[in-house]
């Protein structure tokens, strides 16, 4: 078991869970032999879900935990109080170093607050910024923050540009990744204060790629690798970004099986409409993670299926081979942030 | 000559000017009676343009202005050096109450810097926001603040509050407006500084329908009429629709012209996709009005065609007809906001 990368898998997260949750743990280990998942959860359930595969036992523990965080608790009162849920015995897995990281599609709000209480904020580290891809004509990019961490000041975006960076160039492999700010016009003199304070001091960060200013409407061309902005900003993008989708998804769907000459040009046309839309899915880039904290916590989608909680966990494999915390850390001393 | 609602054109403002300006403009008096154009610019250009149609003349009149506002110029300074400008010359056609309305494609800081300085704020009002529709799965909504006002104020909120309902219940005929304000969750107790101290004071407006938060994944599925935020988030809203329109449909086009079996498929869908797309084109729903003004001023896309400008100024007639204006004026007394 030496060596093996440890991810803590809650097995009770999301709308799917445990199900379909067990099954992309199931997948993960049939793909890399670098890696052990421990299912977080109600051990009988997750057993009956085990049961129904074939894998490695040697990849997959059961850590059992009795209670359940559900969608809509008060984040911060019930990591407090469910010390023995999924998502609280699986960040002290991570906070004890029993695993490198965890993977849950469970409450948002819980996952947030737990990782900065419980897993815990890497010395110097000011905000831990919740970092998800979003994809682009030209493949992905990182949007950080879009945590719950709203209100920023310029020396937490200034981390965010620098681990944005970190992630972007060691786990997604961009070279030299090109970081903008995101604002409402190109020229420096643009934006709200927390922009134009901001604006600056980026510019002078020697050891990120720093382009400028990202209006939003350049941000599906991949523009920009790392996208800075605060919270409420990086929210409101990236839950644009999926109601934008869904509309035009919808829309195209319905005069798809409008009429029966719409239902033949379909069939013609599905099997590259599939492709190229697929890179659109949630499911192909894997969760968020929470940077900046004593170990990778990741969130997927509520919705999360196999796939997502699958390449999710994998995501883990890299962050840790890469030792993204160790980088994070070591940049603190380069930059005085 | 009289009952008629003059608009003043920038003739000379937009990527497209002044051919298409011109042409939307012959198209708009072709499609009323009610409505008298003039056209503001460089008297010679538009002669030539006026020449290619057949029309009322006691509809259009030209008013020479010398000089033209480019994009890039900084709006303030160029608002005041260039008094000879069809934005300056439009906008004082308004103050002066020879026109009831100006529509340009011009420079959008200079329109929203000249707009508060020249033709001027209702008394009362604090700011003068930008207010774009955009499209949803079941029409449009109105997002106030799109304008450059950032760093607003929660009593500036609440205005915009009250002037989008007005709009949306006038002039484009939704009857009690649900209002909603911009946030990263439905409760309450969610959000930045701005949106927490906003949101019980828009609770307490009586004269509203206001249904609470709204997350920017429910703005394309049209879950409320007006949706309230501050500029830079308005902004942020606006452009990524832009750019996730222009992905979107890239993304399709290339689909449809992959192989011959798609354009096969293409030929089939290409009638009802058209139609379907139709209501996300910018074309279809004019310009985006300037409220809280002592007059209207409506802002075009800098790529404006005919038809958008035509669009622009039959729904000046409207907003005229039913005295906004009026409408907020007297709203200030309603509410003491």
Redesign the interface.
Known sequence: MLNKITVAVDAMGGDNAPGEIVKGAVDAVSRSSEIKVVLVGLESAIKDELSKYKYNPEQIEIIHATEIIHTGEHPAQTIRSKKDSSIVVGMKLVKNKQADALVSAGNSGALLVGGQIIVGRIKGIDRAPLAPLVP??KGVSLLIDCG?N??ARPAHLLQFAKMGSIYMENVIGIENPRVAI?N?GVEEEK???L?RETYPLLKEMKDINFIGSI???????GYADVIVCE???G??????????????M???K???K??L??K??????MK??KN??KKFSSEEHGGAPLLGLNGLVVKTHGSSKAKEVSNSILQCVTFCEQRISDKIKESLFENEV
Do not use: Q
């Not at 209006?215 to 061309?221: F, K, L, S």
């Open positions: 682009t004509s719950a709203v209100d995101v409402i934006g709200n204060a922009v209006e939003a409407r350049d941000i599906p061309t919270a409420f900003v929210n409101v993008i990236l839950k644009l970004y999926e109601g934008m989708g869904t509309l035009f919808g829309t195209l319905n005069v798809l409008s009429s000459k719409s033949l040009g379909a069939m013609l046309i590259p409409l190229s839309f």
